[in-house]
């Protein structure tokens, strides 16, 4: 059995604690390695490597450490596939969709190679008689991220990129259920030229976790997960003074108007419902045609669709449209949310439950699953499913569907389809969630934007990426500066009172 590392002082270091968890590939059902999960101790040392680093790293002027940013960019093209691969055996998602994964986090490295720029203060010459101000930003020394199974080389490097562009130390807790990725990408910023110690993986669950809110050293949290979690770390962080923004779970809502072009709404919402098996915090999980006649229209367009999905591993190539979900454990969860669905009375239209894969029997394979007539008291609703299933909820009318989304405990994205500008607009503009698609299924934000939800999909101020990670990953220091005249007044002859 292969026995992962942690990654400590520019070393792969076996675990110590003795603990470990099963790594699975989620296409064979097979355990492909064992995650070691660290204690307090093994947190503590890389905790005190990355002090060590990084005054070094601060003074390190911020377009030598860009340069290190641009090479780790070319070595993350360079190595693409292999990353794929590595991130497509352990998560389960396909090799195009696992490309995509690692894409969209080198756009955020690219953004950092910024740096310099965006590190630029503030001065204010003459701010009184002989007095200059300026504001400076400074990295905040050691930073720690959590992160999860669904996006392993993403969201990592939504974090690390930016805090390490800033002159911080970082510190990865990846997701114990797929740590390949992570452990190769600090590999690769070393390759890049960061010194050693600048950037850690220490594997773990709730125990590294805990050391990471409770070390005195660590100034800053970023943590991606699910809401209890999100909860939980931002209240004990914040309680112990560090900085911290924790992004949870969802619930996206994509509203169908009766205007809708419906070809290209159900196109959208197979691709947005189904893709990475509906594990996305993107995912549209919601439909809300407007209108029983809407909702006729679309549930016609969408079953077969939805039916012609093709399932299978990242092996099989580009044919397959999604893969297995990441564990048993989470395949159970799903499948007794669908049966609650159906207890609950809800219309089971497209029934994935019987679904099996010729030679991987015991793979975490789920078929794809559409409800019709859902409402808002059930479980399936209420609840963040991250599966392949798809909910309709038929709303009266306009202001019902708004308000549905409105009233809902997540807020992380949502969509209208629709061809009136006006209705669009006035989604926009007064819907309580934080990115918003118009005809687009899946709005997330591009790297020089900012990515972040409302409601229980965001504890904290700042977003992730784009100009509010620079503000995340530095504080201000506000220097007002007096110099008594000098020489150049030339020297004084005369004799005068005391001014
Ligand atoms: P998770 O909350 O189970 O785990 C996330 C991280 O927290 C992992 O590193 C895990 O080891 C750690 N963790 C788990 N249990 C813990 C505990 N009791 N105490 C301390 N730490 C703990 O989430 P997941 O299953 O890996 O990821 C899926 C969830 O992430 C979904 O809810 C999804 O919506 C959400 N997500 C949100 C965003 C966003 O930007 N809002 C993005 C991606 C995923």
New binding site residues.
Partial sequence: MKELTHYIGGEHVKGTSGRFSDVFNPATGEVQSRCPLASSEEMSRAVEIAAAAQPAWAATNPQRRARVMMEFVRLLNRDMDKLAMALSAEHGKTFPDAKGDVQRGLEVVEYCIGAPQMLKGEFTDGAGPGIDMYSMKQPLGVTAG??????PAM?PMWMFAPALACGNAFIL?????DPSVPLMLAELMEEAGLPKGLLQVVN???EA??AIIDHPVIQSIG????????E??YGRGCANGKRVQC????KNHMIIMPDADMDQAADALVGAGYGAAG???MAISVAVPVGDETADRLIEKLVPRIEKLKVGPYTAGDDVDYGPVVTAEAKKKILGLVQSGIDQGAELVVDGRDFSLQGYEDGFFVGPHLFDKVTPDMDIYTQ?I?GPVLSTVRAASYEEALKLAMDHEYG?GTAIFTRDGDAARDFASRINIGMVGINVPIPVPLAYHT???WKK??FGDLN?HGPDAFKFYTRTKTVTSRWPSGIKDGGEFNFKPME
């Fill in positions: 959590i992160t999860p199974f669904n996006f969201i807790k990846p997701s114990e259920r773990g669950d709730k976790v805990d943590f991606v997960g699910s809401t209890p979690i999100a939980y770390i992004f949870g779970g969802a594990e996305r915090c963040e991250f992380n990515f972040g939800g999909s965001m992730q």
